[in-house]
Structure formats: structure tokens, C-alpha cells
């Protein structure tokens, strides 16, 4: 099980960097108009330059921002042409019938492929069986038309795994922290989670307790034995 950080801010995914367990990076454009860049390219050029700062060799999903299967294909060129100098760039695709041609093309001249917006098993299947190196399911999404995202996550991994395909589900749309939890326990390879998830992964009130009260008593004893020494030298 791998995390990546779903992102498109510099500085919180040089965060998640310096901690080092990030094992991939995926945007969108939705994030990257979140972001506040004036300029399309020159972000994502500053976010490899973030990866390789921090000599972070793991994948970077950047995904197309047309609708048109004919554009997403150009714009696909378009990046590997422009970032493709990173060895590890990933091009993100969604689901789709046209779009599985893009995918597929893509596939067989060894570009890696992210399928993104997988709302379904069958969707899932498709991408993997047209060539994508990812299949991103939506997690929060999945619960929000009414059905079980865990049970989505599971069926398509034994599929996968029965077929022998080599594609790894991503699982994105992370409303909560729990839903990390479970789409872990459902079998998914990969967690793109937002950056503001992971402190809390990290936190625990019992955590803190129990390290107080270590500190505390080490604490007292270090005074304790100061005094003894006092007492001795004078």
C-alpha cells in the first residue's frame, strides 16, 4: 500500500517531501485553479522541481483539461513533450469509451496512463484492460450515488489480480479520515489523499497522553537526581 498526496501546492507537497513517505503525487485541474498559478506549465515545472529538490523519484500524475478525446490526445503529446524529461510523468485520462482510445494509444507507446474519475467496477476493468498503468476510484464519490465504495475497491482488485494485469487502483476522493482506513482494508494499492489528512494520520490523543506522561516522570526524576547531587557536593 503506497500514499501519494493529492495536490497541485508546492509548498504542502514539499511538506509531505521532508517527511518522506510520499510515494507519488496526483493534480487535476480543479486543484491546479485552486493553486493560484498564473501559468499552466510553469507550475507543474515547479512541482518536478519540488521532486527532484527533494530527489523524490516517484510518479506525477498531471491530468488533460479538455473533454474532447481528440484534444486529450494532443494535449497528452503535449505534455510528454513538455515534461517528459521527468522520468516518471504519468498522463491522466477519464474514463470513457473514446477516451479508452486515447489510453490505449498512449499505453502502447510506453507513456504511462492514470484512467481517473473510475466511479465503477466496470469502468475500472476497461481502463485496465485498455493499457492504464492506474485506475483511479473515487471513493467519496462512489458513496455519494448510493453504493459501497469498499466493495467496488475489492471486486476490481481481485479482478485485477485474477487477470494478472499489472494496472494499480488508486483510490481518490478522500472525504474523511476513515475512508483511508477502509479503502486500505478493501485491498486498494494506492491512497491519494489531501495533504491535510496526513497530520491527522499521524495524530492521536492517547499518543499525546502517553508521551507526557513519559516526559513528566523523566522529568521529576531528572530533578530528583540534580538535588541528590547538590546534596552530595555540598
Not at 17 to 24: H, K, N, V
Not at 36 to 61: Q, T, W, Y
Not at 91 to 113: C, M, S
Not at 170 to 176: C, K
Request: overall charge negative.
Amino acid at each position: 500500500m503506497k500514499l501519494f498526496v493529492d495536490t497541485a501546492d508546492v509548498k504542502e507537497l514539499e511538506t509531505c517531501l521532508e517527511r518522506g513517505f510520499a510515494s507519488g503525487v496526483t493534480t487535476n485541474p480543479m486543484l491546479i485553479a485552486r493553486s493560484n498559478c498564473v501559468d499552466f506549465g510553469e507550475h507543474i515545472r515547479s512541482m518536478i522541481d519540488a521532486l527532484i529538490k527533494h530527489d523524490a523519484k516517484i510518479p506525477l500524475s498531471v491530468e488533460v483539461n479538455t473533454t474532447d478525446p481528440a484534444k486529450m490526445a494532443d494535449q497528452a503529446e503535449q505534455f510528454v513533450n513538455e515534461f517528459g524529461d521527468y522520468p516518471y510523468l504519468n498522463i491522466k485520462i477519464p474514463i470513457g469509451w473514446n477516451e479508452l482510445k486515447v489510453i490505449a494509444q498512449l499505453a502502447k507507446r510506453g507513456v504511462p496512463v492514470n484512467c481517473t474519475c473510475c466511479m465503477s467496477y466496470n469502468q475500472a476493468v476497461m481502463a485496465a484492460s485498455a493499457g492504464a498503468k492506474y485506475v483511479s476510484l473515487f471513493w467519496g464519490r462512489i458513496r455519494d450515488i448510493g453504493y459501497d465504495a469498499g466493495s467496488v475497491v475489492r471486486s476490481t482488485r481481485e479482478s485485477l489480480d485474477r487477470r494478472g494485469l499489472d494496472s494499480e487502483i488508486i483510490v481518490g476522493s478522500i472525504r474523511h479520515l476513515v475512508d483511508v482506513n477502509e479503502a486500505i482494508q478493501a485491498g486498494a494499492h494506492i491512497i491519494t489523499v489531501p495533504p491535510k489528512f496526513f497530520p491527522q494520520m499521524c495524530g492521536h490523543p492517547k499518543t499525546d497522553e502517553a508521551v507526557g506522561q513519559f516526559m513528566t516522570e523523566f522529568r521529576a526524576w531528572e530533578q530528583a537526581v540534580q538535588a541528590n547531587q547538590l546534596k552530595r557536593a555540598a
